[in-house]
């Protein structure tokens, strides 16, 4: 997912006064603790299975390399980034621990750099499809479980649970398909580009880091792919519902 290759000294400090400055309204906040906690299953959810879908997806293309570095695995310790996963909790995004890949044991069926954006686009892919399975739980659970344990705090626990875990499925999965390095969506684009676009995107990618950066901090990011959040949200779960005849 994430892949730094500029000076990581400067994100670093700056993830820091962003986590800093959150936690102190967390602490101000009735309640957001609380909330905090609540999303923490989402989060390990969300950034595992994003993971292990760039992993299998490459495996698929015939590269052994995550694989061989255990990444093929549903366990959360394999994946998690400590940074980016406090990000993830404390700003609403974040990556997990890049999965290695070599493009040179892809299949020659396709190109390599097809075979990028394959993998590349796996990771959001999955979060939108879990995203979309929790739906379908939240909805069943709304439907059949009764109004007693709707009613109950454990009920009320468990499905604010599982919103969040949607919540952050799709903005982990949206935020990821900006076509910004060192997000996957600059590597999803590249087999639609010109070659000299290609040349220039490649000769120039500090500046987009630069610009990346630059949108993250402002909270242009978020302005951006909010809308996209949205629709998919919403699409999903008037999906669900009609499924379900709610």
């Keep these: 997912m994430f892949n730094f290759s500029f000076d990581k000294r400067i994100v670093y400090i ?36 994003h993971e292990f879908a760039h992993g299998l997806a490459a495996y698929k293309l015939g590269d052994n390399t995550a694989k061989n570095e255990g990444r093929l695995s549903l366990n959360p310790l394999d994946h998690l980034d400590p940074i980016g996963t406090l990000m993830l909790l404390f700003a609403g995004f974040g990556w997990g621990k890049p999965v290695h890949v070599n ?22 892919l999955m979060n939108i499809l879990l995203a979309f399975v929790l739906a379908i739980i939240y909805y069943a659970v709304n439907k059949f479980a009764g109004v007693a344990f709707l009613d109950s705090t ?15 499925n799709i903005g982990l999965g949206v935020f990821n398909l900006i076509p910004l390095p060192p997000l996957d969506g600059s590597k999803i684009i590249m087999p639609f ?38 629709g998919i949200t919403n699409g999903i779960m008037s999906l669900v519902r009609m499924i379900f005849g709610m």
């Design 14 to 49: 700056i993830i820091v006064i962003m986590v800093l400055s959150t936690l102190v309204q967390y602490a101000t906040t009735p309640g957001a603790l609380f909330i905090l906690l609540l999303s923490i299953p989402g989060v390990l959810i969300a950034i595992t299975f």
């Design 154 to 168: 454990v009920g009320e626990i468990t499905m604010s649970i599982i919103i969040y875990a949607i919540a952050t």
């Design 103 to 124: 493009p040179m044991n892809y299949t020659r069926k396709i190109s390599m750099e097809k075979g990028e954006a394959i993998v590349s686009v796996a990771g959001p």
């Design 193 to 230: 580009l010109p070659y000299n676009a290609k040349q220039w995107f490649r000769n120039n990618e500090y500046i987009f880091y630069i610009i990346f950066v630059a949108i993250w901090i402002t909270g242009i990011a978020s302005m951006i792919i909010s809308p996209a959040i949205n």
